[in-house]
């Protein structure tokens, strides 16, 4: 399974950005992986942002973004999204997207596949 994010660049406080995951490999059963979003600031260990169940049924958030970000996908398109509102000069990280065969997991050791991330950079 081969991972790929898009949608990351330079914005100002206060902007949205919508990030994308696009998935692809043989024999892909896109909707059989629960997907996240992790995210790298510079100097500080990757974080959990947030994971979604291959049916889409249940979404998790890490508290701190609770609100302001929204993970979305489109089984159709194998595809993953992160909504990001008013966003913050904190926000500003490299943005990974994983896929784990499990249910629902939150933990960077039960992701399976891994992107090579997108950047995000919130300037004040």
């Known amino acids: 399974v081969q991972l790929v994010e898009s949608g990351g660049r330079l914005v100002q406080a206060g902007d949205s950005l919508r990030l994308s995951c696009t998935a692809s490999?043989?024999?892909?059963?896109?909707?059989?992986?629960?997907m996240g979003w992790f995210r790298q600031a510079p100097g500080k260990e990757r974080e959990f942002v947030a994971v979604?169940?291959?049916?889409?049924?249940?979404?998790y958030y890490a508290n701190s973004l609770k609100g302001r970000f929204t993970i979305s996908r489109d089984n159709a398109k194998n595809t993953v999204y992160l909504q990001m509102n008013s966003l913050k000069p904190e926000d500003t990280a490299v943005y990974y997207c994983?896929?784990?065969?499990?249910?629902?997991?939150?933990?960077?050791?039960?992701?399976?596949?891994w992107g090579q991330g997108t950047q995000v950079i919130v300037s004040s």
């Open positions: 490999g043989r024999a892909l059963s896109f909707s059989g992986f629960a």
């Open positions: 994983a896929a784990s065969i499990k249910v629902v997991v939150f933990g960077e050791d039960e992701y399976d596949y």
């Open positions: 979604i169940s291959g049916n889409a049924e249940e979404t």
